[in-house]
């Protein structure tokens, strides 16, 4: 019977070299509401500025509910894992849908441990040859927003020249809080390391939403035990450095808004 996957002619190879071979495409949805309730508090919040909990929920919430129903798709065609795991967000008639798609892969080696992978199978096999196994794709987010104040003041500062003290410390923290997010889900995963970390800005329900993804791994040359390994190298790259000794610590961000005037 013929199979429909998302994985292209060279990550099937890949995955070839590594003992794997594709399966079927597999997708997660959620539509969810916010109800009357959680907008109104919501609205409120976002007029005072910060993280928006109520959003951050909501979203958190639906995007679980999309990618356990993937995985569990996934495990009835008897999959080994799934490589390119992608998620999205689709409004319509209020109400938002979380979508996860991803390909199986299938094991020629017994027993081996049920992944999901953030990267695509290229990147898979490379993070694979690098040292670290794939355990579950992983991420952390915070709904924010500037607020009324900061967003007047931060707007009246564009006309002058330097830097826009309001909104780079918005978009500092939304930063590191959703990576301690999803490092602090990784460890739950018994992960030390989550790698190919990807940083994602998405418009919802009138705030943004600060999301990071990357596949929690297990890696023979990270410390066990303390805050997993960060890194936003590519596959190739990781694969690469790994090739000449050297293995990545920590993902560090900074970031400053700046007005020319």
């Not at 997660?28 to 919501?42: E, I």
């Not at 919430?61 to 569990?72: C, H, I, L, N």
């Not at 953030?118 to 993070?127: D, K, T």
């Not at 590519?234 to 007005?259: D, F, V």
Request: charged share 15%.
């Amino acid at each position: 019977m013929a199979k429909v996957t998302g994985l292209s002619g060279n990550e099937i190879f890949c995955l070839a070299l590594k003992k794997y071979s594709p399966g079927e495409l597999v997708v997660g949805n959620s539509v969810n509401s916010m109800g009357f309730l959680g907008s109104v508090g919501a609205g409120f919040q976002n007029m005072c500025g910060g993280e928006v909990p109520q959003v951050t929920a909501a979203v958190h919430d639906g995007r679980t509910a999309a990618f356990d129903r993937m995985v569990s798709e996934a495990k009835q065609h008897g999959a080994s894992g799934v490589a390119g795991v992608t998620g999205e967000l689709r409004a319509f008639n209020a109400n938002t849908e979380f979508l996860f798609v991803g390909s199986c892969i299938h094991s020629s080696v017994a027993g081996d441990r049920f992944f999901t992978s953030a990267g695509n199978a290229q990147e898979l096999y490379c993070h694979i040859d690098a040292g670290y196994s794939p355990i579950q794709h992983v991420f952390g987010n915070v709904a924010y927003s500037v607020g009324v104040g900061g967003g007047l003041l931060g707007s009246l500062k564009t006309l002058g020249r330097g830097e826009i003290k309001e909104f780079s410390d918005v978009f500092n923290k939304t930063r590191h809080l959703a990576l301690d997010r999803m490092l602090t889900q990784a460890k739950r995963e018994e992960a030390n390391a989550v790698v190919g970390i990807r940083t994602t800005i998405l418009p919802w329900m009138g705030t943004h939403e600060m999301l990071m993804t990357g596949t929690a791994a297990l890696s023979a040359v990270a410390p066990n035990g303390g805050t997993p390994v960060s890194s936003d190298l590519t596959g190739e790259e990781l694969w690469a450095m790994a090739a000449l000794g050297y293995a990545p610590i920590k993902m560090l961000m900074s970031t400053s808004i700046y007005s020319l005037g």
